[in-house]
């Protein structure tokens, strides 16, 4: 079809070219009728093949016009069709997520134990140790230092 449409365009093109040159060129224009035996019947074959060409542009035009609609219809029922399925795909993983599991587990369910940190803590490293046990890691206070 684009083809088709392409060779009307350039034999439109053509025609206009030709008819531009008989029109505006007095030389071209006598030179055409003494073809065509006379000026009259050149200007009547002009207009019937300008009907012509006119008539056939429009109905390529329309035939195009009317392909493209058809073909985007089918494609937008396409693209619906596809959205349907997926809003089906994705209603169907949210019914599956929210029902409760069908077999029911065996087994022994153990939690772990809870654990609470008492203070003081007995890490001689950690700063609210008791004053009996030193900190290992910072020497002890040299007597000989000033204070």
Aim: no cysteine; net charge negative; hydrophobic share 45%.
């Amino acid at each position: 079809m684009l083809a088709l449409k392409r060779l009307v365009t350039i034999l439109v093109m053509v025609f206009l070219l030709i008819a531009l040159l008989v029109l505006l060129v007095p030389s071209v224009q006598s030179s055409f009728a003494s073809m065509a035996d006379s000026p009259e019947s050149l200007f009547h074959g002009l207009f019937l093949t300008a009907t012509v060409l006119l008539g056939l542009q429009l109905l390529t035009e329309n035939l195009d016009s009317v392909l493209l609609r058809r073909d985007v219809a089918a494609r937008e029922g396409k693209i619906n069709e596809l959205k349907a399925r997926l809003y089906d795909h994705q209603l169907d993983q949210q019914r599956t997520a929210e029902r409760p599991p069908v077999v029911p587990r065996t087994g022994v369910t153990t939690y772990p134990e809870h654990h609470q940190p008492t203070f003081p803590e007995s890490d001689p490293a950690l700063p609210n140790a008791p004053i009996d046990q030193p900190n290992s890691i910072i020497p002890p206070r040299n007597p000989n230092y000033p204070a």
